[in-house]
């Protein structure tokens, strides 16, 4: 009979153990990594970019962007706002579902959410002004001039922050 009783103890322990764990993994708290630039072109025409990449730690697993293009007066009408939406929607239309549009008085927002494995292109956007507004929206991965984001990237929370203040965002 004491030899049952002194099995029983060290079951007990592990089982409690065992159960602190698990709820310790359940429990870890993914960070988030929040950047944001905002860019000035000709003629008072402005985009912020606002990131919060979710990692849990050695990589990214989530992505939400949101792109504010700022008009002037002078280009916010039907015509204009179209146009940019024609464009974006271009290179857009590969995330599908994932993408959202809203129009306000002067403002483009687009709002991107992704948590699989699909490419977000940040600071890809420029405008021009000759005659009319003109967009220029750079979907080249590859390129040097913009910085690409997927999830699953290996990324820790400090390498990520640095990447992004190296390319002129601000992090936190």
Do not use: W
């Not at 606002?50 to 916010?76: C, F, H, M, Q, R």
């Not at 040097?144 to 990447?163: C, F, P, Q, R, W």
């Amino acid at each position: 009979m004491s030899s049952r009783k002194s099995k029983t103890f060290p079951v007990i322990i592990t089982f409690i153990f065992i159960v602190i764990i698990v709820y310790l993994f359940a429990n870890l708290k993914q960070s988030q990594v929040t950047c944001e630039k905002t860019k000035s072109f000709d003629q008072d025409i402005r985009i912020k970019e606002e990131l919060v990449a979710g990692t849990d730690g050695k990589k990214v697993n989530s992505i939400n962007l949101k792109k504010t293009i700022i008009l002037p007066e002078k280009y916010a009408d039907q015509t204009h706002f179209n146009s940019i939406k024609f464009a974006l929607e271009k290179t857009l239309d590969y995330l599908g579902d994932n993408v959202k549009y809203s129009f306000n008085d002067n403002k483009i927002i687009i709002k991107i959410s992704v948590n699989k494995n699909e490419i977000v292109l940040l600071d890809n956007i420029e405008f021009f002004v000759n005659n009319d507004l003109q967009i220029k929206i750079n979907s080249n991965t590859k390129s040097s001039e913009i910085i690409a984001l997927s999830v699953g990237d290996n990324y820790t929370d400090g390498e990520l922050m640095k990447h992004f203040k190296n390319r002129g965002y601000t992090c936190k």
